[in-house]
């Protein structure tokens, strides 16, 4: 697969850019490249787009794990490489088990998951593959989770399927040639799997 936009260099960015291109460097693992590569092509949007993630990631309500369980729901549905690779690590390192994370890289409901990680797991899969969640499923979100928490959950499993979208639509590799962590399976199957 070969990425369809060349790399941005931070020296080609015009100079109005530049401060956004700082704040990105302060926070990305991949400087510049992932979905910034991408999002800097238009700097206005990117600006909104990093303000917002800067919230999702960093501010939300949601515990770390938990948000980074929902990022990799995303990315298993989506085929996203390039996310799932990003945050892997990430989630590993905020306490998501390596045997939830192998299972849902197989598109298998995961099997040794803690009760929170059932509760994000069930509502980001409903609501991402049915785009809707059960009357019970909601309250039990809220009655364990708050409703802040609830609808940040929500806006991050849909702004992580924006982020699938770009990522996968400008083919964003994995860097220095490490080998795709998902095995691409179409959404038929991976809607069956992970809802079984």
């Known amino acids: 697969m070969t990425e369809r936009l060349p790399q941005i260099a931070y020296e080609d ?41 800067d919230y999702l990631r960093f501010k939300t309500s949601v515990p770390l ?4 369980l929902a990022i990799l729901i995303q990315a298993r549905i989506s085929n996203a490489q390039y996310e799932w690779w990003a945050h892997e690590r990430i989630a590993r390192n905020a306490g998501l088990a390596d045997a939830v994370m192998r299972d849902l890289q197989m598109a298998q409901r995961p099997t ?12 980001c899969v409903q609501l ?18 708050g409703e802040q928490a609830v609808i940040d959950l929500t806006v991050l499993s849909g702004t992580y399927v924006m982020v699938s979208m770009l990522l996968n639509a400008t083919q964003v590799g994995i860097p220095g040639g490490e080998p795709e962590p998902l095995q691409v399976m179409d959404p038929i199957s991976i ?6």
């Open 13 to 53: 960015l015009p100079a109005h850019v530049r401060p956004l291109a700082d704040d990105i460097l302060k926070v990305s693992s991949a400087a510049l490249g992932g979905p910034y590569n991408a999002l800097l092509r238009s700097p206005d949007m990117a600006r909104r787009c990093f303000d917002f993630l």
């Open 65 to 68: 794990r938990l948000n980074e």
């Open 112 to 123: 040794q998951m803690q009760a929170d990680e059932r509760l994000v797991y069930d509502y």
């Open 128 to 145: 991402s593959l049915n785009h809707r969640v059960p009357d019970a499923l909601w309250q039990e979100a809220v009655d364990q989770l």
């Open 191 to 196: 809607r069956q799997r992970l809802l079984a």
